[in-house]
């Protein structure tokens, strides 16, 4: 992977303001490839039901969706994103999404994206489907 692509990626994750306000991290970056990090605090992150919210789960998701999706150096945004809920995490834990491409085309690109808590307990599992446009990352020098 292009190292300039790399810490394009990485800086602009640091100054998401939604990712800041979701407390993510990107943790490793290669071609194809993302590892995403999100505690699950409760007081932000809940349902009605004193659980973690789908949106929460689903917001790490798409964060490791978006950083494997952009690793040529050009945009990519979502067509399909289908997530199936396991389990629910418990308060605290973090949280990470690993997202893998798995298939690539000139215009889309397909992406296997799990998430796991810290023991290694499957929370959710993602298929999510690419189109790539073709235009440069607007964060690249």
């Not at 659980?51 to 494997?68: K, M, S």
Request: charged share 25%; proline share 5%; aromatic share 8%.
């Amino acid at each position: 992977m292009d190292k300039n692509i790399k810490t394009a990626i990485f800086t602009a994750v640091e100054k998401e303001p939604f990712a800041q306000a979701m407390n993510m991290k990107l943790l490793e970056l290669e071609q194809g490839y993302s590892l995403v990090e999100m505690r699950y605090e409760p007081e932000k992150m809940n349902n009605i039901y004193e659980r973690a919210h789908g949106g929460a789960v689903f917001a790490l998701i798409d964060e490791a969706f978006e950083t494997a999706g952009q690793t040529d150096g050009t945009i990519a945004v979502a067509l399909n994103v289908n997530v199936t809920y396991i389990s629910s995490p418990e308060p605290e834990t973090i949280l990470q999404a690993e997202a893998r491409e798995v298939s690539r085309t000139k215009k889309t690109a397909g992406y296997d994206i799990k998430v796991r808590d810290q023991e290694g307990r499957l929370i959710a599992t993602c298929q999510a489907l690419a189109f790539r446009t073709g235009k440069p990352v607007p964060v690249l020098p």
